[in-house]
């Protein structure tokens, strides 16, 4: 049992946050968020949300609005200061100061730590004043002393990936929803973060123009980019994720593959909020209150579906228990941790 | 049971260019009276000053020009003025944002001092009361100091609003890029956070050019002053300050056009493709 301890808390890793197919074995996890706690005044909004990204993972967090689920990402990048809990995100570690206003040299290193996770914003926040080409090369030039010439080089190639290049000069206030939002991935792009943090990319959008920013989104996560999405799309969740992380009332309490977590999820909150979005809820009793963690398919032995309620016996072991509301790790029954 | 028949159709589309060709014409009509309005006003004012006294052409083509002599003076007053306010209101803006007590305090002391006095009062302290203190400055210099700092004030508060009312999002873009405090503000918020402001300056100028009409109690000779000077002796002031109203009026006029064609000239790098 973790407790938060005062100064850096452990990092412990679940044993459900073991990477998809696609990182190789040994590979080290490039995003690691720790016991991380949120409080708005006295509203407790995150309790002891902790995270572990491999390189290459596509990440989605499900959850109801107000779950908290924006806000953890945003913690991931300092754009919300966590209350307790560190990030720490290609070796550069943070740890929360709620207390006091950071030296100088803290703020330099929450910094750096922006320059691998960048995020995209539910409503775009493309600078207006500048070009499409404006906004791609602002931060390349003013942060990484890029020259000009390199920079608009290096946005002309991410506003091809997003297919504007036809944009180059236009003004933000002239695209479409979904162009914006792809000129703001385009942007985040330019910066060539570790890390992208998608906050709700599409829901600012007309349906109609939802399509092509998940298709870029889709394109990215297949060639290997990592990614954390804080999204309602389910078709994405369980096309393009290689993790989902169901939040409830600021704690994670489903963690897996989408087809264990989307298609059979096992505790009663996410059963409940998928029912929305399947259209059948699946009645089958998991482990009560208690978080659910889903084993990958490589891990267990005997899998079958046709029989949900037998489906993963080491997952009904490997629950995670948050017992006080706050992080616990998980305990893993059989031991075979895959990366010691 | 027919339908709509073609005839209908033709009296349709013409009942279009009826109802455009009214709303020509009673556009047209309300311009009519609006002018006719301003020319009848202007006419009674008119009437009534050359009731009251008697055209003197002599003296008006010396006092004409006397007082034509001022307008430079008084358009540099205003420009110089204008840009110590606008630097000092930058800082101001600056202070009153900042999270540090010292800065902060300085600059909302500076904001209720200057707001709580007269402008009047301020501009005859520095000239007048200064000297006691073994501080003498020139009339021009003190005059463009106190307008400054006065009109520095008041767009303190301007800035301000102008920084705030810059999106928090674009803060939050900025930094997710990695861009630190200043870069941020230099580079983001302070260009948005001009062109919103850019009205109010533009607003606060053309006031100044009549504010700075103060400036003639300390000797400073710009319009005002030199409609008196030659006025006052020969009790001819009504003509003289005639004169200076029609000059005030005539520049706020041009400035105010200049100013509209200033602002949709920065609008355009916000909406449309640069030319």
Request: hydrophobic share 45%; net charge neutral.
């Amino acid at each position: 049992m973790t407790t938060i301890a005062p100064g850096r808390p452990a990092h412990v890793i679940d044993p459900a946050e073991v990477p998809g197919s696609l990182v190789p074995t040994g590979a080290k996890p490039i995003v690691r968020a720790s016991s991380i706690e949120k409080f708005f005044g006295d509203n407790h909004v995150l309790r002891g949300c902790s995270m572990t990204v491999y390189p290459r993972e596509t990440i989605t967090i499900l959850g109801r609005s107000g779950s908290g689920k924006s806000t953890f990402l945003r913690c991931l990048n300092y754009l919300e200061a966590p209350s307790a809990g560190a990030v720490d995100i290609d070796g550069v570690e943070v740890d929360a100061a709620p207390m006091r206003r950071r030296a100088r040299a803290e703020r330099e290193r929450i910094r750096r730590l922006r320059l691998s996770a960048t995020m995209v914003f539910q409503e775009f926040n493309l600078f207006p004043h500048l070009s499409v080409i404006g906004n791609l090369i602002e931060a390349p030039v003013h942060v990484k002393g890029m020259s000009k010439a390199a920079a608009s080089e290096l946005g002309e190639r991410y506003l091809a990936k997003v297919g504007l290049s036809d944009k180059r000069d236009e003004y933000p206030n002239r695209l479409s929803g979904g162009q914006r939002q792809r000129v703001a991935i385009a942007r985040a792009l330019t910066m060539e973060p570790k890390v992208l943090l998608f906050d709700e990319p599409t829901s600012a959008l007309d349906p109609s123009l939802v399509g092509e920013v998940l298709k870029v989104m889709e394109e990215l996560a297949h060639e290997g980019r990592t990614m954390i999405v804080v999204t309602h799309e389910m078709q994405f969740a369980r096309e393009a994720a290689d993790r989902v992380y169901y939040i409830d009332q600021g704690q994670f309490v489903e963690i897996g593959p989408p087809e264990q977590v989307i298609e059979h999820p096992r505790d009663e909150r996410t059963r409940s909020f998928l029912s929305r979005f399947l259209g059948s809820a699946h009645v089958h009793q998991g482990a009560g209150g208690a978080p659910v963690v889903h084993m990958p398919e490589r891990m267990v032995e005997s899998h079958h579906h046709e029989d949900p309620g037998e489906e993963h016996p080491h997952a009904e072991d490997a629950h995670v228990t948050h017992a006080d509301g706050h992080h616990g790790h998980a305990h893993d029954a059989e031991g075979d941790h895959p990366h010691p | 049971m027919a339908g709509v028949t073609t005839a209908d159709h033709a009296t349709k589309s013409q009942l279009g260019a009826r109802i455009q060709d009214a709303e020509r014409r009673r556009r047209l009509r309300w311009r009519l009276a609006f002018v006719a309005v301003w020319m009848v006003i202007l006419a009674g004012l008119v009437a009534f000053v050359l009731g009251t006294i008697k055209l003197d052409t002599v003296f008006l083509t010396k006092s004409v020009p006397f007082i034509l002599a001022g307008v430079p003076i008084t358009i540099f007053v205003s420009f110089a003025s204008i840009t110590l306010a606008i630097v000092l209101a930058m800082l101001g803006a600056l202070g009153r944002l900042s999270r540090n007590p010292i800065a902060n305090g300085i600059a909302s002391f500076y904001v209720s001092f200057f707001r709580g006095t007269p402008l009047l009062l301020q501009i005859l302290f520095l000239y007048l009361a200064l000297p006691q203190a073994g501080i003498v400055i020139d009339a021009l210099p003190t005059g463009i100091l106190a307008l400054g700092f006065n009109y520095g004030a008041y767009m303190t508060e301007i800035f301000r609003a102008g920084i705030q009312a810059v999106p928090p999002g674009q803060t939050e873009a900025a930094h997710s890029l990695g861009m630190g405090g200043r870069t941020t503000f230099r580079r983001i918020v302070l260009p948005q956070a001009f062109r919103i402001v850019t009205p109010a300056i533009g607003n606060d100028f053309i006031a100044m050019l009549k504010d700075s009409s103060l400036v003639s109690t300390i000797g400073v000779q710009e319009i005002l002053y030199r409609a008196q000077v030659i006025g006052r002796p020969t009790f001819q002031s009504m003509q003289t300050l005639i004169v200076a109203a029609m000059v005030y009026w005539i520049m706020t006029i041009l400035f105010s056009i200049l100013q509209s064609r200033l602002e949709r000239r920065m609008a355009v790098g916000d909406r449309a493709r640069p030319s």
